[in-house]
């Protein structure tokens, strides 16, 4: 397909399960974001990765939290031992920065609901 | 630190009406970018329109403008004509930093309902 994929759509998980949640981002896309929403906290980001370059992890919420980018394509993220506060839409996108432009769209996918038991 | 505000839980409006959406932002870099996107109840973020701090011009896009005040911080999104497919969550979005890849920081939204 031409955007950004993500599965599963949904996953329900019991409390202290491992998930890895996988994002498919545009073809050609050098940048790749996650994100999550959930309701008390809105959007936030969680980690983000361009090209070769070491990922910015800055808004990982803890060391439960990880993500890899294989062949600069796709993206995995994984939520070690869930906890009921991990329930939430965790969304991806990618871009394609293009040095002095500044306007670089982020194109999402339409997210996994994550709910954690 | 940087942030945004939209103060505005939820709108209501007719169709054809047009419709003013708040967002005000904090940064204190004199390059920005910021960004509205749409996400109706499919979950997928939709973008909308783009304004660049250095833009001499409100950025437009068919029905959507938006109404740039810099010295306010203001970033508000005008829906003209609205129609019933806006019925929507809407949100306002600032780069976390300057280079344009830099991922980027949300308000909690405004949810537009279109009645017909």
């Known amino acids: 397909g031409a955007g950004v994929s993500q599965s599963p759509s949904n996953k329900v998980t019991e409390k202290g399960k491992d998930v890895e949640l996988r994002c498919d981002p545009i073809?050609?896309?050098?940048?790749l974001y996650w994100y999550r929403q959930s309701l008390g906290q809105g959007l936030e980001f969680l980690i983000y990765?361009?090209?070769?370059?070491?990922?910015?992890k800055s808004g990982l919420p803890s060391d439960r939290f990880s993500a890899e980018r294989t062949g600069g394509s796709v993206s995995t993220l994984t939520i070690q031992r869930t906890q009921q506060e991990d329930s939430a839409v965790y969304l991806c996108?990618?871009?394609?920065?293009?040095?002095?432009?500044?306007?670089?769209?982020?194109?999402f996918g339409a997210g996994t609901r994550l709910s954690v038991l | 630190a940087q942030k945004i505000t939209q103060t505005q839980p939820g709108m209501f409006v007719q169709e054809k009406e047009a419709v003013t959406l708040d967002c005000t932002y904090d940064?204190?870099?004199?390059?920005?970018?910021l960004f509205w996107y749409k996400q109706p109840s499919s979950g997928e973020m939709i973008f909308l329109i783009y304004?660049?701090?250095?833009?001499?011009q409100n950025a437009t896009e068919g029905r959507y403008s938006l109404n740039f005040q810099k010295a306010r911080k203001s970033a508000n999104l005008v829906i003209s004509a609205s129609q019933l497919g806006d019925s929507a969550m809407y949100f306002c979005?600032?780069?976390?930093?300057?280079?344009?890849?830099?991922?980027?920081?949300f308000g909690k939204g405004t949810t537009l309902s279109v009645s017909s």
């Open positions: 996108a990618s871009s394609s920065p293009t040095q002095g432009e500044a306007k670089n769209i982020q194109y």
């Open positions: 979005a600032m780069r976390r930093g300057r280079q344009a890849g830099t991922a980027l920081i």
């Open positions: 990765f361009q090209g070769n370059s070491a990922p910015d």
């Open positions: 304004q660049g701090s250095y833009d001499q």
């Open positions: 940064t204190s870099d004199p390059s920005y970018g």
């Open positions: 073809s050609g896309h050098t940048a």
